[in-house]
Nanobody
Framework: QVHLVESGGGSVQPGGSLRLSCAAS????????IGWFRQAPGKEREGVSCIRLSDASTYYADSVKGRFTISRGNAKNTVYLQMNSLKPEDTAVYYC????????????????WGQGTQVTVSS
């Protein structure tokens, strides 16, 4: 059974950093895509960053380019989202998700979801 668990959320001041982790179990990541999505109150869930594990190709939303980095851990069953230079508008619940063969970093294409972790950026 596919299982995803996020960790690493918290509260930081503007300009700070956090690293989110997504630990996957129940399947082999090899041909999957892993995505990080976020949802703020009253807003649609948006794709922040996605990685296709077969070739390590990545996608970043324009709002996070140059600040966030998605990567696969050495343990091979973990994907990270390094978030630097955080802004108040990054405040949201962050979810990791997985799918076998996604072509877009859009929540509608992802089948498996973690429970989410809160990120709050405030002074």
């Amino acid at each position: 059974q596919v299982h995803l668990v996020e960790s690493g959320g918290g509260s930081v001041q503007p300009g700070g950093s956090l690293r989110l982790s997504c630990a996957a179990s129940g399947f082999t990541l090899g041909y999957y895509a892993i995505g990080w999505f976020r949802q703020a109150p009253g807003k649609e869930r948006e794709g922040v960053s996605c990685i296709r594990l077969s070739d390590a190709s990545t996608y970043y939303a324009d709002s996070v380019k140059g600040r966030f980095t998605i990567s696969r851990g050495n343990a091979k069953n973990t994907v990270y989202l390094q978030m630097n230079s955080l802004k108040p508008e990054d405040t949201a619940v962050y979810y990791c998700a997985a799918v076998n063969g996604a072509t877009r970093c859009h929540y509608s294409e992802y089948d498996y979801w973690g429970q989410g972790t809160q990120v709050t950026v405030s002074s």
